[in-house]
């Protein structure tokens, strides 16, 4: 792991991003078809940074280990290395690891998330044209989630209900709570705190104004779970009365004081009931734009979410905090296609775009996304949707020049 000599660092004051004109950004490869469209991802990263900036501009990429490339090379699935150098410099683009089956592994992707405090997962979910949908109107969809990382149920406090620590919790259930509990009954702890509630908002909201956005929506599931979900909904709301008042407003207030209709320049910030909000982004979906949503909530919605666009392989995430930020397709491994030079590397070109925003390099960002949009358009694609399309599919070599040859002709 050599560092770049005229790179510099990427630093966090206050969750904004200060980007030094050459900084040094971590990657990892990843297993499976993860070498590959990684390779692809920085290729079409490099050219569009190289057209929007000229010289002025370079990212200096530095590899890291992890998952089956860290195994073998240092016997290590995730080697004190790379986590020295993810403390140390911050931002990733990370390719897909595979958690093996069995006892003793860890996942690295959860690792990271925790170690760089990456509490909010960010997926932007929008239809590109030329893509088979399930919908009729595949062209409304366009939103992005964001998923509380580090709270509720994924905090994995739970226990088997055979073993000692679930029959103290039982106990202490029926003795001073006056709770019946069945001896045969498993316990997980849902937590939802209020500090953790307000810090993913406030990147919600801070995201919604920097990008034009007209709604954020709270999805919770508090008629039930009215002290965690309900705590939520009601946590969200008074953070963003307290700190963007000028800013939004309500519902309830477009209703009572401007004949329902949002006011010119405001954010209309509402909030549903998740079941409910299964249903509405299938048949309403333009009514969605910012989905801001608790841990499990916003792990189903997202990958809801993703189905509505026709295929998953082309949407990419980020994992962000006031410090980091981890950028990655959101598929497997797909081991099957590994080395055989026909993945789709879209998803995770998409991460790089992301990312690119994040760092504020806008012009750059806005070359890969109209790359992709053209080659689809072109229907130049990857054997996933070229069948689809019925059209002669490129390899991912192929697909990648594609990419990088229109960025060029911008």
Do not use: C
């Amino acid at each position: 792991m050599k560092t770049p000599e005229d790179g510099k660092k990427i630093t966090f004051e206050g969750g904004k991003w200060k980007v030094p004109d050459k900084p040094i950004i971590l990657y990892v490869e990843g297993d499976g078809i993860g070498p590959e469209i990684v390779s692809s991802a920085i290729k079409v990263i490099n050219a569009a940074v190289e057209k929007a900036y000229k010289s002025k501009r370079e990212i200096k990429w530095m590899e890291v280990l992890a998952g089956e490339k860290g195994e073998k090379v240092k016997g290590d699935r995730f080697p004190k290395e790379t986590q020295e150098a993810l403390l140390e410099y911050r931002v990733v683009l990370k390719g897909p690891l595979e958690t093996p089956i069995g006892k003793g592994w860890k996942s690295v992707n959860v690792a990271i998330r925790m170690m760089l405090d990456l509490y909010a997962n960010i997926r932007p979910v929008k239809y590109i044209e030329g893509i088979e949908s399930p919908l009729k109107e595949p062209q409304k969809v366009d939103m992005v989630i964001f998923r509380e990382n580090t709270d509720d149920l994924y905090r994995g406090i739970e226990y088997p209900y055979d073993t000692q620590e679930a029959k103290k919790i039982r106990d202490f259930m029926r003795r001073e709570l006056k709770v019946e509990v069945e001896d045969d009954t498993g316990i997980g702890i849902k937590l939802i705190s209020r500090f953790k509630t307000e810090r993913i908002t406030r990147m919600a909201m801070n995201y919604a104004i920097a990008h034009g956005r007209k709604k954020v929506t709270i999805m919770h599931k508090g008629n039930v779970m009215k002290y965690t979900e309900g705590a939520f909904r009601d946590w969200a709301y008074d953070l963003i009365k307290r700190e963007y008042r000028d800013k939004v407003v309500t519902e309830e207030e477009i209703s009572k004081q401007y004949n329902g209709q949002v006011p010119p320049g405001k954010i209309l910030v509402n909030d549903r009931i998740a079941d409910n909000m299964f249903q509405q982004i299938i048949t309403r979906p333009d009514e969605y734009d910012i989905i801001l949503a608790p841990n499990v909530n916003g792990d189903y919605i997202s990958d809801a979410a993703g189905a509505l666009v026709g295929n998953i392989g082309l949407l990419g995430g980020a994992n962000v905090g006031d410090s980091g930020g981890m950028f990655e397709a959101i598929h497997g491994t797909a081991p099957k296609y590994a080395g055989k030079n026909v993945a789709n590397p879209t998803g995770i070109i998409k991460s790089g775009e992301l990312m690119l925003r994040f760092m504020g390099w806008t012009e750059a960002a806005d070359l890969v996304e109209r790359s992709i949009l053209t080659a689809i358009s072109s229907r130049k694609v990857t054997q996933d949707i070229a069948r689809f399309m019925g059209v002669k599919p490129l390899t991912t070599s192929e697909y990648t020049n594609e990419l990088i040859n229109i960025i060029h002709t911008l």
